[in-house]
C-alpha cells in the first residue's frame, strides 16, 4: 500500500507560482512512473507531468514551458512548480504512483489562479 499526500495549492493570481509537493510513504527509488495529474470543473482528469521509465519525462503541452517536475528519492518526494499560471491551470491537482501491478493517487490539492 502507498500513500500519497499532495500540498502546495492555493489561490493564487494569473502570472504567479505555486509549488506542489507530493508525500509518498514508502521508498520512491523503484518506482519509474511517478507524476501529477489534473482534473478541472466539469472535465476530465488528464496528465500534467510525469516521470516515465528510464527518468525521461512527459509533460502536457499546456504547460510546456512553465511546470518542472522533480523528484528527491532520499525525501520520498514529488514535486510540480508551476510558473506563469493561468486560470485555465485551475483545478484539483492530484499525484499518481505507477507500480505496475497497482497504481495509487493522493486525495488532491486545489489550485485556482484567478484572473
Known amino acids: 500500500q502507498v500513500q500519497l499526500v499532495e500540498s502546495g495549492g492555493g489561490l493564487v493570481q494569473a502570472g504567479g507560482s505555486l509549488r506542489l509537493s507530493c508525500a509518498a510513504s514508502?521508498?520512491?527509488?523503484?518506482?519509474?512512473?511517478m507524476g501529477w495529474y489534473r482534473q478541472a470543473p466539469g472535465k476530465q482528469r488528464e496528465l500534467v507531468a510525469r516521470?516515465?521509465?528510464?527518468?525521461?519525462?512527459n509533460v502536457a503541452d499546456s504547460v510546456k514551458g512553465r511546470f518542472t517536475i522533480s523528484r528527491d528519492n532520499a525525501k520520498k518526494m514529488v514535486y510540480l512548480q508551476m510558473n506563469s499560471l493561468k486560470p485555465e491551470d485551475t483545478g484539483v491537482y492530484y499525484c499518481?504512483?505507477?507500480?505496475?501491478?497497482?497504481?495509487?493517487w493522493g486525495q488532491g490539492t486545489q489550485v485556482t489562479v484567478s484572473s
Open positions: 514508502v521508498s520512491i527509488v523503484s518506482i519509474a512512473v
Open positions: 499518481h504512483a505507477d507500480l505496475q501491478v497497482a497504481d495509487y
Open positions: 516521470f516515465t521509465s528510464g527518468r525521461s519525462t
